[in-house]
C-alpha cells in the first residue's frame, strides 16, 4: 500500500512540474514580436523550411507558453506546431473566438491586420490550452515581407 501511494505522488509531481513550470515562464511581448520576426526571415530565405519548422512542436519556434503560427491571406492555416489538423480545415474565417457577448471573426481580423497594417496586436477570448476555461488571449500578427502570409504567436492574460 505505501508503495502504491509513493508511485501515486510520483506520478503527480511528474504531471504538475510541468505544468507548474508552464505557469511560471510567460512569454513576453518582445519576445513574441523578436520569434515572429525570426519566422518571417526563414520563411523569406527557405519557405519550406519555415512551414517545416513552425509545425515542429518540439521547434525553436515553440517556447515557454506560446508558439508561432503561419497562414495565408485565404484565411488557410499552413502550419501550426499545436494543433496541426487546423492545416487541414480549410479558410477558417468562419471561426469566431469565445466571446459569448461579441465573437470576433478572429482569422478575418489576423488577415486584416496583416494586409493593412503589416503587424498589430489582438485581443480576443479563447479556450486555454488542455481546459475548457474561456480567457483573454492577446495574439501579435505579422505580415512575412510582401507575401500573402502572416504569422502570429499570442499570450493568454
Known amino acids: 500500500m505505501r508503495k ?14 510541468p505544468v507548474m513550470a508552464m505557469a511560471e515562464e510567460s512569454a ?11 519566422a ?20 525553436q519556434f515553440v517556447w515557454k507558453n506560446t508558439y508561432v503560427f503561419l497562414m495565408d491571406f485565404d484565411g ?16 477558417l474565417f468562419h471561426v469566431s473566438d469565445k466571446n459569448k457577448d461579441k465573437p470576433k471573426m478572429i482569422f478575418v481580423d ?19 490550452p488542455n481546459s475548457r476555461e ?7 500578427i505579422r505580415r512575412v515581407g510582401f507575401t500573402n502570409l502572416l504569422v502570429g504567436a499570442g499570450i493568454y492574460k
Open 4 to 17: 502504491l501511494i509513493f508511485v501515486m505522488i510520483v506520478l503527480q509531481a511528474c504531471l504538475l512540474l
Open 28 to 38: 513576453t511581448r518582445a519576445e513574441i514580436i523578436e520569434m515572429c520576426k525570426k
Open 40 to 59: 518571417e526571415l526563414l520563411l523569406l530565405t527557405n519557405k519550406e523550411a519555415g512551414i517545416a519548422e513552425i509545425a515542429n512542436p518540439n521547434g
Open 76 to 91: 488557410n492555416m499552413l502550419s501550426h506546431p499545436m494543433v496541426p489538423q487546423l492545416t487541414e480545415k480549410g479558410p
Open 110 to 128: 489576423f488577415v486584416n491586420i496583416a494586409r493593412d497594417n503589416g503587424e498589430g496586436w489582438i485581443w480576443y477570448k479563447w479556450t486555454l
Open 134 to 140: 474561456v480567457s483573454d488571449k492577446f495574439t501579435y
